[in-house]
């Protein structure tokens, strides 16, 4: 599930934190383990006349029946062919590929949920184990649908070749990925992908839907109702994103909010203090240490390698963890360690070297869509970005890939606030250092029919923790935002902190 091309990396950071998990065992079960490494990821009225319409649409999509790994029930699955170019219908098609899991209980008597995965970069039916499971109760009833973005999944998927170094510049690495592309990056957009989930919609015969996004899938979520309003009937919106402000315009300030936190929570608890009583100023000391001496790290894994690191790199390996509570505990052990001169646990965790290939993000999707939607508009705004100790692992890596990558265009009025009245649920997380509160505040105050949740001890995703799947199970039901009462978010505790080679004390 990982890569060594530095966009692999950077999508690990943003999707993946499944490196720790190869030397802590204590989370090791497949689900769990794709829950935490997909971090980075709505039905209504059961029996009203307009449901039954939806249910009894002619389905001019062929499906056929389809087995997911791990999941119990008969899925159905089937493929369309869509312009790569939606202004030329009769150029070159492409295969979209769609997944429809059926109710876990029961007959389809309630809308479709329409789930979009994360990233950008996300195939959703790779997910279908998962969210098959996580979202159960919401399932009563209802089918859920999972597209696999343009450039995903079994979608024409747009991976681009690994890198034997992982830090190779980002230039380099574009150019090698549009070497033998068989795509054009201008038409792997979100407004591609918005286009393809109408006409998906349309030939499945669903008349209205629900849509549930993940992280990127939020941003996609409130663009398709944005085009599409009266197909909408309710909207769950879970770490979000919306486009009008460029995701990692913040990014560095926000990782280290968190970082912070992080460190601030462990002096806190008494067992984590006592195990690291000098955790701030040994951090310190290993930061000014690395970036006055770089440290040679000998990589074994696959052919090896040699990485340097200095302070900015020590920094941007804690970007995984920091995702999730489960991984974000074992940071102060980490730091620990490294000023001890043992650097095994931060390269666990960072996962640098290891030489498998993803199969979890599309490295050219993700660019096609950053370079079109998220460079031109962070230039601007260049100069509003905060000054941090903690590295962007992002914008100067884009910045050199863009300047080689095929820029599709966007919609002019792609990044203006998304202003519709559907039913919407926004979660956030307050341990997220991507896709804060904030930006979840940022958006909800244009959709004036929503509610924002926030659960405080969650990191990136809050879907899955706690009693969320409830509150979105009866919101799908319900689409009533005021009668959605959030306060068991508050119910869920920050895992222990790992404080030895065995993990938190037992």
């Known amino acids: 599930m990982t890569s060594n091309s530095v966009f692999n990396f950077l999508n690990h950071i943003v999707c993946q934190i499944d490196g720790g998990f190869i030397t802590l065992k204590n989370l090791s079960t497949p689900i769990i383990k794709k829950f935490i490494a ?22 001019r999509l062929p499906l056929e029946p389809c087995h ?24 070159k098609k492409i295969d979209i ?52 973005q343009r450039g995903t999944g079994k979608s024409h998927p747009f991976h681009c070749p690994q890198s034997q170094n992982p830090l190779e510049s980002g230039d380099i690495v574009a150019a090698a990925c ?79 909010n ?11 608890t008494e067992e984590c203090r006592s195990a690291f009583p000098t955790l701030k100023s040994d951090f310190a000391a290993l930061l000014t240490n690395l970036k006055a001496s770089p440290l040679d790290l000998r990589v074994l894994e696959g052919d090896g390698f040699t990485l340097t690191v200095d302070d900015t790199l020590f920094l941007t390996g ?49 660019l096609s869509v950053q370079c079109a939607e998220e460079i031109p508009p962070l ?8 000054e941090t100790k903690f590295p962007s692992a992002y914008i100067s890596t884009l910045r050199d890939a863009c300047s080689v990558w095929p820029t599709g265009e966007v919609p002019s009025d792609f990044n203006a606030p998304v202003k519709v009245t559907t039913p919407t649920l926004l979660l956030s997380g ?35 923790n706690g009693c969320s799947e409830r509150l979105i199970s009866e919101f799908l039901d319900h689409k009533d935002p005021a009668r959605i009462e959030g306060e068991c978010l508050n119910e869920i505790s920050r895992p222990a902190f790992v404080i030895g080679r065995f993990g938190p004390n037992p």
């Open 38 to 59: 997909y971090m980075v990821i709505g039905v209504t009225l059961c029996t009203s006349p307009m449901v039954m319409a939806a249910q009894s649409g002619e389905n």
């Open 97 to 148: 590929h769609v997944t429809v899991l059926p109710p876990s209980g029961g007959q389809p008597t309630k809308e479709p949920l329409y789930f979009l995965a994360g990233g950008p970069g996300q195939g959703a039916s790779e997910l279908g184990d998962l969210y098959s499971l996580i979202l159960r109760t919401s399932r009563q009833g209802r089918k859920l649908v999972l597209i696999d």
């Open 379 to 386: 230039k601007q705004q260049e100069q509003n970005i905060a």
């Open 258 to 268: 968190i970082l912070n936190k992080t460190i601030d929570k462990c002096i806190e």
């Open 430 to 464: 307050g341990l997220d250092p991507i896709t804060p509160p904030a930006l979840g505040e940022a958006a909800a105050q244009y959709l004036p029919n929503s509610i924002h949740l926030v659960a405080d001890n969650v990191g990136h995703s809050v879907t899955g």
């Open 178 to 256: 549009l070497k033998d592309a068989k795509h054009d990056p201008r038409f792997y957009t979100s407004d591609a992908f918005i286009k393809d989930i109408e006409t998906i919609r349309a030939e499945l015969g669903h008349e209205k839907i629900s849509i549930m996004g993940i992280s990127y899938g939020t941003r996609a979520g409130l663009l398709y109702a944005k085009a599409h309003a009266d197909r909408v009937s309710a909207l769950v919106l879970d770490s979000v994103a919306p486009p009008h402000i460029p995701a990692y315009l913040n990014d560095a300030l926000y990782a280290e």
């Open 318 to 366: 804690f970007r995984g963890p920091l995702y999730a509570p489960p991984t974000a505990r074992i940071i102060p052990f980490i730091i620990h360690e490294a000023h001890k001169g043992n650097f095994e646990p931060w390269l666990a965790i960072t996962d640098f070297g290891n030489q498998e290939t993803s199969g979890g993000i599309a490295t050219g999707l993700f």
């Open 68 to 91: 997911i790994v791990a999941v119990e029930e008969l899925a159905e699955c089937g493929t369309i062919k869509l312009p790569e170019n939606h202004n030329d219908p009769d150029g």
